[in-house]
């Protein structure tokens, strides 16, 4: 088997390819059965955020995308592997015209094995994240997660690769002051406010969604003074517990959105939602009935709000989750500081989990073999024993199995210092497991 890393972020690919690709958690399921399916055995879960989409598949050693295997194709693999992972989206891709057709290979990234887990342990220690050492990828990695088991797409694999991923995120953070002093969406989203408004005093607030970002939006909020923003929400119930747990703003119905817009001069939105939930018309109805008032619309959801369009209605300033990224580099040199350590942590628990995963592969060729001799030993011993007097067969036994265990002593011990200490290539394995495993 091997480990595949597939996806593109917020580095690699503009926001109109991956609102593309992002997943809901309702499209998840979907997705994680379709690639279940096409490739037995194997192992899927999704990470979908506003700043990447990545499938992390534990595939057959021989497997390749179909377009691979047609030479005459001459196709990037990278662009192979995308394919094969769109196929995933089923009747999703429809609706989704900046992945149809023919892709870019830069937009994407492929990594494979060590590659691939050394991605996977960076990322969920922050050090590829848009704002350095956050730990919001934590939260994201172990709700997906719990996706794929409860869409029964995981397996041993899976189940050993992210916990560690997650205990090397943590060791990173309490070991390092990477986090420290780390920027919110929801303050970046106020600075820009700030930046563009001069001043926010007297200035109307209203937040859009109620998950994450919407609680780092309110929280901003709340401690930069303006606690009397309002709240909109499709279920009225989240955005009540919200309110309530932030301890100050007001909840205001879903139906009344587009006059909660007109009040507001200031809106930060992120919701859930797969299309556009505001129109460039409704904005221009909006901005005529404000007398074109300056209004700062923050988009940080993953398809977008707001449509594009609406940026260009007079008074209108609309930023999206890359607009973000020029005030969370203001940010980010001190933490830079104790990126050297991280990443060496990040190698040590790689190491970790690389000789873990050779204990997996060595230990049952060194059992099998214990074994296998020691049947033999019993099978010559039952074949003469009977021709020696009865004293002697408890001395035949100690006798025969000591003779074994001092003949296998050496080639068991030289083995587990492989493993142990320089480690076993991938032929090495293979010809154990051919040499000593009868099943393959």
């Given at each position: 088997m091997k480990f595949v890393v597939f996806g593109l972020n917020h580095r690699t690919a503009p926001l109109e390819v991956r609102e593309g690709w992002?997943?809901?958690?309702?499209?998840?399921?979907?997705?994680?059965?379709?690639?279940?399916?096409?490739?037995?055995?194997?192992?899927?879960?999704?990470?979908?955020?506003?700043?990447?989409?990545?499938?992390?598949?534990?595939?057959?050693?021989?497997?390749?995308?179909?377009?691979?295997?047609?030479?005459?194709?001459?196709?990037?693999?990278?662009?192979?592997?995308?394919?094969?992972?769109?196929?995933?989206?089923?009747?999703?891709?429809?609706?989704?015209?900046?992945?149809?057709?023919?892709?870019?290979?830069?937009?994407?990234?492929?990594?494979?094995?060590?590659?691939?887990?050394?991605?996977?342990?960076?990322?969920?220690?922050?050090?590829?994240?848009?704002?350095?050492?956050?730990?919001?990828?934590?939260?994201?990695?172990?709700?997906?997660?719990?996706?794929?088991?409860?869409?029964?797409?995981?397996?041993?694999?899976?189940?050993?690769?992210?916990p560690s991923a997650l205990r090397t995120g943590k060791r990173v953070r309490t070991t390092t002051a990477i986090s420290t002093g780390c920027i919110t969406p929801g303050q970046a989203a106020l600075n820009l406010a700030r930046a563009t408004l001069s001043d926010l005093?007297?200035?109307?607030?209203?937040?859009?969604?109620?998950?994450?970002?919407?609680?780092?939006?309110?929280?901003?909020?709340?401690?930069?003074?303006?606690?009397?923003?309002?709240?909109?929400?499709?279920?009225?119930?989240?955005?009540?517990?919200?309110?309530?747990?932030?301890?100050?703003?007001t909840v205001a119905p879903w139906e009344t959105l587009l006059a909660c817009l007109e009040r507001a001069d200031v809106v930060v939105s992120s919701t859930g939602a797969v299309e556009p939930i505001v129109t460039r018309e409704a904005i221009s109805r909006i901005q005529a009935a404000r007398g074109h008032r300056p209004l700062v619309i923050v988009d940080l959801a993953i398809p977008r709000d707001f449509e594009p369009g609406c940026g260009d209605v007079e008074g209108v300033s609309l930023f999206n989750i890359d607009d973000l990224n020029r005030i969370i580099q203001e940010n980010v040199a001190e933490r830079l500081q104790h990126l050297p350590l991280a990443e060496r942590i990040v190698r040590e628990e790689m190491s970790v989990f690389q000789q873990a995963q050779m204990y997996l592969q060595i230990d049952p060729v060194l059992r099998h073999m214990m074994e296998r001799f020691?049947?033999?030993?019993?099978?010559?011993?039952?074949?003469?024993?009977?021709?020696?007097?009865?004293?002697?067969?408890?001395?035949?036994?100690?006798?025969?199995?000591?003779?074994?265990?001092?003949?296998l002593h050496f080639p068991i011990e030289k083995l587990k210092s492989l493993r142990d200490f320089r480690g076993l290539d991938e032929r090495e394995v293979s010809f154990l497991k051919r040499l000593f495993l009868t099943d393959v």
């Open positions: 992002a997943l809901s958690f309702k499209e998840t399921p979907c997705a994680l059965e379709h690639l279940s399916g096409a490739v037995i055995p194997s192992e899927h879960f999704v990470l979908s955020t506003c700043n990447r989409t990545e499938f992390y598949s534990h595939l057959p050693k021989k497997f390749v995308p179909a377009s691979l295997c047609e030479p005459e194709l001459d196709v990037d693999p990278v662009i192979a592997y995308a394919d094969f992972y769109r196929q995933a989206y089923g009747e999703f891709l429809k609706a989704r015209p900046s992945i149809m057709g023919t892709l870019d290979a830069s937009h994407y990234y492929v990594h494979i094995e060590d590659n691939a887990v050394e991605h996977f342990f960076r990322l969920a220690s922050g050090l590829d994240s848009m704002i350095l050492g956050e730990s919001q990828i934590l939260k994201q990695i172990k709700d997906a997660f719990q996706v794929a088991k409860e869409a029964n797409t995981t397996g041993k694999f899976l189940h050993r690769l992210i005093s007297g200035k109307s607030f209203l937040v859009v969604g109620s998950g994450k970002i919407a609680t780092s939006t309110a929280r901003a909020f709340r401690d930069s003074s303006q606690s009397k923003f309002l709240m909109v929400n499709r279920t009225a119930a989240h955005a009540r517990e919200l309110v309530e747990k932030i301890g100050c703003g020691e049947q033999i030993r019993l099978g010559e011993l039952q074949s003469c024993i009977s021709q020696f007097p009865v004293e002697y067969h408890d001395l035949l036994k100690q006798m025969t199995s000591s003779l074994v265990k001092k003949l």
